[in-house]
């Protein structure tokens, strides 16, 4: 080596650290998926995190020339992905997670569902479950969610205590609910709950008007109203079940998509969960008006309730995430790594095709399509700079994950939700190692347990 | 309380150690969930382990008045279940693990599979395979599987070292395999297994005739005489494919099974995988026959093969299992947990009928029924004393485990592999507080990534 480049190479590695940007957390040494628009994949990567951002993503050994950070974490051996996304979810419904799997729908509903709700959810429910879900997603990876229940500013509370992202919807529907009772209640609960949260970084409150068959047009049209009067999304569960696609037939001479079309309901500030029945000309009408997706392949499963078209939805244009849904009954877990395989999988076998769904595909709709789906796309879904800091640390030092010929399959195959070892949301470590730190895990355990006891009781169950 | 009273409860706990059974192992304070016939599920359980063998299992406070252990396990807040039994899978094909998914069944076979095979199953690459998949199955609480591959003595003796129970299949194949080239070399290599693990605890050797696709009708009948000659299982692919079934009609007049029959394969020693195109009249000669069948959710799935009447098949008296298949282009992991959620989905939404099949049907299967399958009930499937010690422990220390309705709702849908904690198999601790005891796991990931290399390599992969 001739002298100049000596001196050079020291100055590199010996550069004083005043000259070097100070930043708040370095990732160093991992392979990114980035989930960019070029889908690169980046070896011995790092990322630069000030404040809740996305500084750089590029060569460890460029980013530690550049960067003095306050923390750093070695990602070494590691992924480093985007954070998942839950784009459909009822997460207080943790608390009766598995109560009654394996009954119809409708016993499932009006026997357990409605009055087990009807005599157990109150705040203090809501609050608990929403602790417990968001324990369990992040320790699977998940970094946002959408969500629809009750109480949903407790939700909020709760979300953002965890330290996660949330687009989180007050409930509609034409019964009384366990919060409001009456339509002028709904709205004036979600009014100063979307005034509230009006600018958190967070925390997205949304309007969730439940579907076309437990709320009149009236009420859905007032839902998207208050809505779009603050700018908040619109959540809807859309042509999930075979008897509401029959139903709209008959009375709205329509599909539950044209229908909602109609009525002005559909979007670009609209996330559909499950649209199972959704044909040629919804799925043109869902892209026109740009309208989020969300398939839930182990609720959709598990209720019997169809297969999502997703491939032809996304071939049209759609964006089309993945949700959890609710876990009591109808999943009975919160993990979206799970759902990327089944994605494929359930894609795969119902077409009697094994090129219908590709494992790139599932781990795009659980990332940067799933932003997209819920309309973050320009702040969340893929490592970029600009975007927020949200992003997780896959462990590849299991049996598992050895050998990887190709990420994607990994990912989608063979990694599980136990693999994510460190998580990051807004550029705050929530998970460190598996160690949770922003939630006290053994007391939401201890709590959910006590709940579990008292709604069992409630139900006459032993 | 009396004197006596007092007295007697005085005896009960204060008895000297020499009035008490010296036994090997005590686990205390579990939930045993022991799918023995009245499928008992008992709460502060205790399980007391002599040698290999399950001596007693009753209430705690009674078995540590009767027996002075050497050793004690704390199962407390956990469930204690009979370990899970893979019935069908390929283990040294871990090192293959994610090789091109997302193809066509026959493109995987013929360019991928096929050559990467050829090119690099040696004797020692069995052994790393088997060696990777014994890690991967004990964190998953899997104590028992059934393989078919080459040179399944290496499989054998490296299961046997990792502890695990195994029912090894040396595979005939009408071409030159990786071990041997001609049928006269896979009888003799084949004879010599068998004599070799005859009354061996863990390991049963057994002959795995591929397929009636790749096996003339010669190759089956002598390799059934041979595995018959020494009382050791058959083990054989049946009606897996459409193509299968359509050559087997053309060719010989009647579908697989009734081939198989007629050619006097199929009896009360056969494990017969995937099951997936078998009518009611081949269900009737299967159950007469006392066959035991796999069902492998994830691997039809992934290849679009089809979907196996499990349902209809249990209700004609088979014993069905489950598997996880090969971890190559197939699944692409050795989770057992995950099958038994497949196989209740999978069955509700390919009948769109959510009552299908029910989660403690699917925790049968991979227990009791799995033990029917492979002709093992009399030895394990089940927590009863005289059984073989084959047992693990479930934490419920996670946001998934909370709160439990119904513990097989919660074994088939909410808990994971990585829930397993602790294993024990044949009486032996391979896993404790998830630390494998009988696998050197860093050598062997490390040995794993290096076949990678080398087999990407062989295939101008990069």
Redo the contacts between chains.
Sequence with gaps: MTKPTLLLLFLATHLPAQTKQLIDLLITGGTAVTMNPARDIQENAAVAIQGDTILAIGPQTELTKRYQPKQTIDAEGKLILPGLINGHTHVPM????????????HD?LYKYIFPAEAKNVTEDFVRWGTR??A??QI?GGVTTFADMYYFENAVAEETKAAGMRGVLGETWIDFPAPDNKTEAEMSAYTEKFLKRWQGDPLIQAAVAPHSIYTCSQKTLQDAAALARKYHAPILIHTAEMKKELDDSLKQNGMSPVQYLDKIGILGPDVISAHCIFVDDADRKTLAQRQVGCVHNP?S?????S??SPVAEMRAAGIAVGLGTDG?AGS?????LM?EM??T???A????????????KAVVEMATIEGARAVHLEKEIGSLEPGKKADLILIDL????A?????IY??L???L???DVRTVIIGGKVVMRDRKLLTIN?PE??AK??E??TSI?KSLD?H
Tied chains: 1, 2.
């Design positions: 943790t608390l009766l997670r598995g109560l009654h799997d394996d009954v119809t729908l499932w417990l879900a324990a369990e320790r182990s959709n499963m598990m209720l019997a169809g297969v876990p999943n009975n877990d919160l993990d799970e395989d089944l494929a999988k359930l795969k076998i119902s077409k009697m095709d094994p090129l219908a769904m590709n494992a030092d299991k049996p598992n050895v050998p990887i010929y190709d399959a990994a989608a195959y063979a599980k939700g136990s895990e939401v355990l959910a347990r709940y579990k069992a169950m």
